[in-house]
């Protein structure tokens, strides 16, 4: 097992004690993923989704968790439950009828207003633009460039080849590079010259 994140060794061996029936244990696991979890299902499904599928994931990660035996890290064992959580939400959502309301549309100008906070119209911003490329390729870029997971461990949290990730993570960083060059270019910021 290789960590990706300076913690992962300590965080799996944590969710091994809470396997094991510790329940000091469990709640040091959920504090010490929460952050990532939410991160990583915020950029998949938004962020007006993200605490209801953060908690969906942690439900369902403590109803596996006696099977969990730390062959990957903990954490990329719980993206890979996170990232199934997402999947079947779309589902459900793809069978349902859509309703926008007013205070949907409402919420969502607000959130897109600029808070004066330093980074945050930045991380705005860049969340904006990871909404705006492919599913597959902005799931491989959160989880190797955001979350910092090594090619192997994004790749069995996707369920699939190390290479398809990091195919995946080369066109992302290229279709952002593209939307901010145009992004420069419409905006004016671009000299001509």
Do not use: K
């Not at 499904?45 to 890290?73: K, P």
């Not at 719980?78 to 009828?97: E, H």
């Not at 808070?115 to 945050?120: A, D, E, H, I, Q």
């Amino acid at each position: 097992m290789t960590a990706a994140h300076p913690h992962d060794s300590e965080v799996t061996s944590i969710a091994l004690e809470a396997r094991d029936g510790d329940r000091a244990a469990l709640e040091e696991f959920i504090r010490a993923t929460q952050r990532d979890v939410w991160r990583f299902v915020a950029h998949l499904a938004g962020t007006a989704a993200a605490d209801d599928l953060a908690q969906e994931t942690y439900l369902r990660a403590v109803r596996s968790l006696s099977s969990f035996r730390g062959r990957s890290s903990a954490r990329t064992w719980l993206l890979a439950i996170a990232r199934r959580v997402v999947i079947d939400q779309f589902r459900r959502d793809s069978v349902r009828p859509s309703h926008a309301g007013v205070d949907d549309w409402q919420l969502a100008a607000e959130h897109a207003q600029p808070t004066g906070l330093p980074g945050v119209d930045e991380a705005v911003a860049l969340g904006d633009l990871l909404a705006r490329i492919d599913d597959d390729r902005r799931e491989a870029f959160v989880l190797t460039q955001m979350l910092r997971l090594t090619y192997p461990e994004a790749a069995e949290v996707c369920s699939c080849p190390v290479g398809t990730i990091r195919s995946r993570v080369a066109r992302a960083r290229e279709d952002l590079v593209g939307m901010l060059n145009d992004e420069r270019h419409d905006s004016g910021a671009y000299s001509a010259g």
